[in-house]
């Protein structure tokens, strides 16, 4: 499984995982990283640990994440971002709205 | 004759198959067998191997059919001698299969 | 029980023939039987039976030409050929394959077996109709699909050929589909005589990323034409693009503004990957990314924030979608921006676009589908088309005996530009038309003096070179930032004459207007600082300023 989500204990974060190719293929299980856990998350981490690729549909879920997660109130981070991954999301100035690491 | 003129297990599965129209089988196989131990004749006589081969052939295959093993049998050998163009012997193998057929023939007449 | 289905026999014996036949019709299904290969193929054609049992030897045809035609004739169908043969005969098995047999019966027949045959064959046959079936229903919908991506292609190049890419200083590689990858380049020419350049990126591929490319279309050409500045545009399009697009969807891009009267480049990019401004002595200016690509942010959040750069004839401005450094070889490599900057890099700069395209195709050894790359070059002015703006088709009467006066104080002059505004009402006039884009030139002209060293007190000597050309605009952008006080007053005064009509237009600023000095030096021909006053001089058919306040006075005529 690609891409997988685990709550702390408390329940307050929600830590998803990608594995593999970061694209539209992925679309499906990415929304229900978020969408299909019994708890409601104060803070989201997207571990980008075992993402080997990114692309702009995946640019676009993250935004998706971000629209759920409150918008503008979201608080988000991604980490573990290597430089290829760190580059994309560096072209399209995703660091104003996401705290990335 | 080693083989038996007609093997029982098959004609019963024919009976089982066909039912009522059974005697209509043998019917049409006595019929259609006359037809191929002429054309075996013509062929001999014209000394054609290939139309020996096909003849023999064909009718193996339906004496295969109706049970009568030992009939397909000399079939078989007369199909080799076509096959490998040795007719010499195809004209003693073709009165056997005269004789063998006559007798199935009786079989099948009898019931 | 597989479904009742006709089974054509072929087959010399008769006794067999029976046999065969009546064992197929006890299993539910309709027997018809041939008795040679020419038969068998002619019923196959009359009667197409879903499968055949087909006899080895057999007269005038034998059952190896019979299968080979059979099959021919089927066309895309399954219909399986079952040979009736011994299986002692290598050679004969063969050529049953050879010929398009797809399973063997021997002698003597068993009806157990022929059943599981028959079963077994059918259920392939009807798997391959399955798959034949949607193969065939993909193939209309691709076929759907691809003629409703010619309409909507058809409907956006009327509007994006509306556009000026066909310039003479623009070059540009595009595959003819590339809107469906979401690709997107627009050109047009502003009303001063500039040049404003789109290159998009849309998420995604097919319908959904070409979507967006209509709206953003229409709001480019619309405000270019009408002489917004590219701030404007971008918030515009940004807004519209939040506003209509789905959360996720969004468009990388990059929208430059060519100002070939004064020499400045004003650039945008948000997401797109760094352009670069190659100027003609081999220094080279990334164009980077300072942005977030348009429909994300909320209106006030958006930065329409523009960096300025001085350009000189020669440069050229090269932009990229990220399908360029993206495109791959046979071997799974990407071209790779390394590569594109070292061709850049070391290419003669006349030949930069060609380069650039010719290692393109020997890395990919093919046309690739996905990218699109626009190089633009700085021509003189002169050289490109003046645009006249068509009589509108309004058989209205135009207002030809009127005055009106605007002042623009502080807060206005910071948030707004009115140059479209003003450009608007005075095309109501239609005679004016054909001036149109004289009459922008003189209005940005007279309006950024007014605004620039009236109000704000900067000195255009400082533009004299590069490094002051920046301070410039970044002090420009400061004191306007802080500005408190001020106002810009412009006053149009249109009358009829008695063979055409007579526009004047009066500038004058809280800075106390044009000095006396500046005009001496306009008329006395000093290059750099004085370029302005004496284009107007050129453009207007009289030029003359208020000795009381310093005010500009320009007048042009039209004739009937």
Request: net charge negative; proline share 4%; hydrophobic share 45%.
């Amino acid at each position: 499984m690609p891409i997988s989500s685990v709550a702390s204990s408390d329940g307050h974060e929600l830590t998803i995982s990608i594995q593999g190719r970061f694209d539209f293929g992925a679309h499906q299980e990415f929304r229900d990283a978020y969408e299909k856990v019994a708890v409601t998350p104060k803070t989201y981490v997207v571990d980008m640990k075992g993402a080997t690729y990114l692309d702009s549909s995946a640019l676009g879920m993250l935004l998706l994440l971000r629209d759920h997660a409150g918008g503008d109130n979201a608080r988000i981070r991604l980490v573990h971002c290597n430089s290829d991954v760190r580059k994309i999301l560096s072209i399209s100035n995703f660091e104003q709205l996401f705290q990335i690491s | 004759m080693s083989e038996p003129r007609l093997d029982q297990s098959v004609l019963s599965s024919l009976k089982e198959v066909m039912e009522d129209d059974f005697p209509l089988l043998v019917e049409t196989f006595l019929s259609d067998s006359q037809d191929r131990i002429r054309l075996l004749r013509e062929a001999i006589a014209t000394e054609q191997a290939p139309d020996v081969r096909n003849a023999a052939h064909s009718f193996k295959g339906s004496c295969s059919n109706m049970g009568a093993l030992a009939l397909a049998g000399l079939c078989k050998q007369l199909e080799e001698c076509g096959r490998t163009a040795k007719l010499e012997p195809a004209p003693l193998l073709l009165q056997a299969i005269e004789q063998e057929f006559a007798a199935v023939s009786q079989v099948f007449a009898q019931g | 029980m597989s479904e009742p289905c006709t089974v054509l026999i072929a087959e010399d014996n008769a006794a067999d023939r029976l046999l065969l036949s009546t064992i197929v019709s006890k299993q539910g299904h309709r027997a018809i039987v041939a008795a040679n290969g020419a038969e068998a193929v002619e019923l196959f054609a009359q009667e197409r039976p879903q499968l055949v049992l087909m006899d080895a030897l057999m007269p005038v045809m034998d059952g190896f030409d019979a299968t080979r035609q059979i099959k021919a004739l089927a066309g895309d169908e399954l219909v399986p050929v079952i040979f009736l043969t011994s299986l002692t005969e290598t050679e004969a098995l063969v050529r049953a394959l050879d010929a398009g047999g797809d399973d063997f019966l021997s002698k003597p027949y068993n009806k157990v077996i022929l059943q599981a045959k028959l079963g077994a064959m059918l259920r392939m046959r009807s798997l391959h109709s399955t798959v034949l079936e949607q193969r065939n229903l993909i193939a209309k919908h691709n076929e759907h699909l691809l003629s409703e991506q010619r309409v909507a292609k058809a409907v956006f190049d009327r509007i994006a050929h509306a556009g000026c890419l066909s310039a003479a200083n623009i070059r540009y590689l595009q595959s003819p589909f590339a809107l469906f990858n979401g690709d997107l380049l627009l050109a047009a020419f502003t009303p001063s005589g500039g040049m404003n350049i789109l290159l998009g990126d849309f998420t995604g591929h097919g319908l959904p990323a070409a979507v967006g490319a209509m709206p953003l279309s229409e709001v480019f050409y619309g405000m270019t034409a009408k002489g917004f500045s590219i701030a404007d545009v971008l918030r515009e399009m940004n807004q519209k693009l939040k506003r209509i697009l789905p959360v996720g969807v969004f468009c990388c891009a990059t929208l430059i503004h060519l100002n070939l009267h004064q020499r400045v480049l004003e650039v945008w990019n948000g997401g797109l990957p760094a352009g670069v401004l190659c100027r003609k002595d081999g220094s080279q200016q990334p164009l980077l990314s300072r942005n977030l690509p348009l429909g994300i942010l909320e209106p006030e959040s958006f930065n329409d924030h523009c960096e300025v750069f001085d350009i000189a004839e020669g440069d050229r401005i090269l932009l990229w979608s990220d399908g360029v450094p993206e495109s791959g070889n046979a071997a799974g490599e990407m071209f790779g921006e390394e590569r594109l900057l070292n061709v850049l890099k070391n290419a003669p700069h006349e030949h930069l676009f060609d380069q650039l395209r010719a290692a393109l195709s020997n890395f990919t050894g093919e046309q690739q589908d996905d990218l699109s790359l626009v190089e633009v070059a700085v021509v003189p002015e002169e050289s490109l088309p003046w645009q006249s703006l068509p009589a509108s088709a309004s058989t209205r009467q135009s207002p030809l005996d009127w005055s009106a006066g605007f002042d623009f104080r502080a807060s206005t002059l910071q948030a707004f530009n009115p140059l479209p505004f003003l450009m608007q009402w005075l095309l109501e006039v239609q005679e004016l038309r054909p001036l149109a884009g004289t009459l922008y030139t003189m209005l940005t002209e007279v309006y950024s003096n007014a605004l620039e060293h009236g109000v704000l007190g900067l000195d255009s000597a400082l533009k004299a070179d590069a490094n002051g050309f920046a301070a410039y605009y970044r002090e420009r952008m400061e004191r306007l930032e802080a500005l408190e006080q001020g106002w810009v007053r412009l006053h149009f005064d249109h009358r009829m004459e008695a063979e055409g009509g007579c526009l004047t237009i009066q500038v004058s600023d809280s800075g106390g207007g044009l000095p006396a000095a500046a005009m001496a030096v306009a008329n006395a021909g000093t290059p750099f600082a004085g370029r302005g006053l004496r284009l107007l001089n050129e453009l207007a058919d009289e030029c003359w300023r208020d000795e009381a306040d310093g005010s500009l006075f320009l007048r042009v005529r039209w004739q009937r």
